[in-house]
């Protein structure tokens, strides 16, 4: 499976125990989705290996995994810092006007009311009021829009196209 196919959702941490548990690191919105697994796909270098899973659990409200073969704290401590992944379409199903970033990132921007192209979403930051987009221009300039519905009017992850406005945001921009 290639890096396209799949989502990462946390990275190995630490070993727990005398029997080869591994603390995971989050990277997810959804810490539960670790709960009951069976597999998981597991970077080791740049390739990505899909594991067996003993069993999962949570302590202190933090995910622990238990590898099948994986059974002493040395073995898994040779997995520290490996990036989890599972495949796109085992992805969380969101609310409605929620996208993951992985979504957004190379649709195209349009303005609206003209259809003009204004960039590509480049980058997505998040911050406690609001998401910001990063866009590049055709001009090879960077445009910041912040993910309010005053300035993002709709969004089709399907057709890759989110549509823009606001006043003076893009006017007052060269791009």
């Keep these: 499976m290639t890096s396209e196919d799949l989502i990462i959702v946390g990275k190995l941490g630490r070993f727990r125990g005398v029997h080869g548990d591994i603390w995971?690191?989050?990277?997810?919105?959804?810490?539960?989705?670790?709960?009951?697994?069976?597999?998981i796909f597991v970077q080791n270098r740049r390739e990505w290996e899909e594991m067996a899973l003993a069993r999962t659990g949570f302590v202190s409200g933090r995910p622990v995994l238990k590898f099948v073969g994986v059974d002493s704290?040395?073995?898994?401590?040779?997995?520290t810092n490996r990036l989890l992944a599972v495949p796109r379409d085992q992805a969380v199903e969101l609310p409605e006007d929620?996208?993951?970033?992985?979504?957004?990132?190379?649709?195209?921007?349009?303005?609206?009311?003209?259809?003009?192209?204004?960039?590509?979403?480049?980058?997505?930051?998040?911050?406690?009021?609001?998401?910001?987009?990063?866009?590049?221009?055709?001009?090879?300039?960077?445009?910041?829009?912040?993910?309010?519905?005053?300035?993002?009017r709709s969004i089709d992850t399907d057709n890759r196209k989110v549509i823009v406005s606001g006043p003076g945001l893009i006017d007052g921009e060269k791009r």
């Design 24 to 39: 995971v690191t989050p990277e997810t919105d959804f810490p539960e989705r670790f709960d009951g697994l069976k597999k």
């Design 73 to 79: 704290p040395e073995e898994a401590a040779r997995m």
């Design 98 to 152: 929620m996208f993951y970033i992985f979504d957004l990132i190379g649709c195209e921007v349009f303005e609206d009311g003209s259809d003009e192209l204004v960039g590509e979403i480049v980058n997505v930051e998040q911050y406690p009021g609001n998401d910001v987009y990063f866009v590049k221009t055709p001009a090879g300039t960077e445009m910041l829009f912040p993910a309010t519905k005053e300035y993002i």
